[in-house]
């Protein structure tokens, strides 16, 4: 299983597509004009009006094309992501450290950590917020728990171990690094991460009572 996946690419939604010239344009000034609206007012103060100002369009072209601000979040995160591969090494453990390293890379990108920072300050106050950074990292779930199902299926963990909980384990840690304690997060943690997941997952930990084997199949392929 190989996977060239950006952590939060999908299926666009409809009126989302990316063609090229001016449409293109108008979508790159309007999700750098979001950006810039969340770190600077927070996601409750956000407006789509105020996006479309400053990205020199009408608010009838954004709400045409993205129709919530809720979607236009969900863009901007999927703009913001890094590709990887996962699969090729025949490893759980290598695939987690992809994915653990992958964590990080995002978080030296001094517009997603913006992007991050504005919408976990917001989700406890917001639930619009909280539904719009959920849908984003459970997306991020079902592409990388992708490697728990190859890893099932090569016997490498227990059946019914569960892809999104040992995802979970693998970035948490460094999550709470980055958001929470402010502590330094590089590669060596990354890989800590990474290893202490995968050694779990082969002791049979996320084995989940009443879980389908590696849990749900994930939202998109290659």
């Given amino acids: 299983m190989e996977q060239n996946e950006t952590p939060g690419a999908r299926t666009p939604a409809p009126g989302t597509q990316r063609p090229g010239g001016r449409t293109a344009r108008t ?6 004009a979001a950006l810039a609206e969340l770190v600077e007012s927070g996601y409750g103060a956000t407006r ?4 479309a100002a400053r990205a020199g369009v009408a608010a009838t072209t954004v709400y045409r094309r993205w129709g919530s601000l809720e979607n236009i979040v969900v863009d901007l995160a999927d703009e913001l992501a890094v590709s990887i591969t996962l699969g090729g090494t025949g490893s759980l453990e290598d695939d987690l450290r992809t994915v653990a390293r992958a ?3 995002l978080n030296g990108d001094p517009a997603h950590r913006a992007w991050l920072e504005a919408m976990v300050a917001a989700a406890p106050g917001s639930p619009k917020a909280r539904e719009a950074l959920a849908s984003v990292l459970a997306h991020r779930r079902d592409v990388t728990a992708a490697a728990v199902h190859a890893a099932v299926a090569r016997g490498e963990v227990p059946p019914g171990t569960d892809g999104h909980e ?10 709470l690094r980055m958001y929470i304690t402010g502590e330094p997060v590089g590669p060596a943690e990354a ?3 990474a290893a202490s997941a995968a050694l779990a997952a082969r ?9 389908a084997d590696g849990a749900a199949a994930p ?3 290659g």
């Fill in 48 to 51: 789509i009006e105020r996006i």
């Fill in 166 to 175: 040992v995802i979970r384990a693998t970035v948490a840690p460094l999550y």
């Fill in 103 to 105: 964590v990080v890379r």
């Fill in 191 to 193: 890989d800590r991460a």
């Fill in 27 to 32: 979508r790159t000034s309007v999700l750098e």
């Fill in 219 to 221: 939202a998109e392929a």
């Fill in 203 to 211: 002791a049979g930990l996320y084995v989940l009572a009443g879980a």
